[in-house]
């Protein structure tokens, strides 16, 4: 072909193409309000122009509904979705059947999928599939965690009895260089945790049980204790204290050697009565339930304080994270000889079951991709089957099509309260 010719006809068809592009996009840009539930007879069915206050709904999203065996099927998908405002979208649906569904008094609800990594975890491993895991699991290690633990228990104390003394010097050198700021958050917790809370705490819970158990060794160690004691003893020492000769501190003197010679024996010998009060003094504490929940607040309020929180996260990452001389030791006992041997030999001993796991959870050559893992690619990779339209019965609350009954004139959607599965899985499961 003459390429003259060739270049004419290119230059036609891309003209042609925006043109016509341009003319859809013009086409498309109607903002007139459409009628209520207005059906526009095309080739492939009817299509239902509802308001979507949800504004998840996209382009080629389906619609389900049930049959009279209870099982999933499709019966339409969103060809079109207009923005009305900032609150609402105005959303057709193409439907592919009529007769088996009542559209008119169905409960139109909206799914959306979750991003969630325990609802991911879920739909990959549901509980009958991890049940059996977690067996085929306990199965290996019962037969071969011995083996395994004898070779790696060696290479794991190594690197930890190496990891201390470097994790504990990068501990005190990140606590030097934060003293500031864990001067200011222990003075800000003082004032508004001890103070408040624990002083009172102990005062009305963990005094009244001291002294119920303790009142009675108590009261036996102090009398004898009193009657050991010389009032002259300690009267003319001090006496001569205050005189001006030349030998000062004699009361101090007297203090220790009475200490030493009298009260610590008397204490030594009720050791047995004071063993029995703290056991049932901390037996009580244990099962007081003021003091559980308020020691439980006081966590909890410490673990969700924002400047704790960070200043620990930054002592951690210090201390563990960024610590090369951690890495070091780490690295090389990890790759030597030996690690490598062991971690050789746990590898033959499992890997057939980790296979096994992975053929389950993924799939196999021979019989294709597991449902739950094509939910998996489909919604995270691919961007897919991340909302979706449902046609239950009508609800037994008494209310209509959605809980914003019509919007605009229109048929409004309502949004789901739970997660659910796409329908297309269970379409698929045997």
Known sequence: MNPVVSRSIGTVFWIVAVLGFGGW????????????????????????????PTRRLRMGDAAFTRDEHNRWRQIGDVVAVRGRDDRSNWVELRTYELGATNLDSADWVVHQSSARLEDILGTLIPDQKRDELIRQMQGAFSDHGGEVMDVMMPILMQSMTASVPVVESALRASV???????????????????LRRIVPLTRKEVLPTLQRHGAAPAEAIGREIW??????????????DQSPLPKRDMVQEEWRRF????????????????????????????????????????????????????????????????????????TQTWTSPQ????????????????????????????????????????????????????????????????????RDGLRSLRLANNVEVYPIVRLATP
């Open 25 to 52: 996009m013009f086409l498309d840009t109607d903002d007139s309000t459409p009628g209520p539930w207005t059906r526009v007879r095309v080739a492939d069915g009817p299509v239902w122009t509802l308001a979507d």
């Open 176 to 194: 030097r260089r934060h003293q500031s700021e864990i001067q200011a958050l222990l003075q800000r917790h003082q004032q508004e945790i001890v």
């Open 227 to 240: 009657n050991r004691a010389s009032l002259w003893r300690f009267g003319w020492r001090a006496v001569y």
């Open 259 to 330: 200490v030493d010679d009298e009260v610590i024996p008397i204490v030594e010998s009720h050791v047995d009565e004071i063993v029995v009060v703290i056991q049932r003094t901390m037996m009580d504490l244990s099962t007081n339930p003021n003091l559980r929940d308020e020691i439980g607040a006081v966590l909890a309020e410490l673990a969700t304080d924002e400047p704790t929180r960070d200043l620990i996260g930054r002592i951690a990452s210090e201390t563990l994270l960024q610590n090369p001389d951690l890495r070091e030791i780490w």
């Open 339 to 406: 690690a490598r041997a062991a971690m050789d030999l746990a590898g033959r001993r499992i890997e057939p079951v980790l296979r096994r796991i992975a053929d389950e959870v993924l799939g196999t050559r021979d019989g294709g991709i597991e449902p739950g893992f094509a939910r998996v690619l489909r919604n995270q990779i691919l961007g897919k089957d991340r909302a979706w339209i449902t046609l239950n019965p009508p609800r037994v609350d008494g209310g209509t099509v959605g809980s914003d009954g019509i």
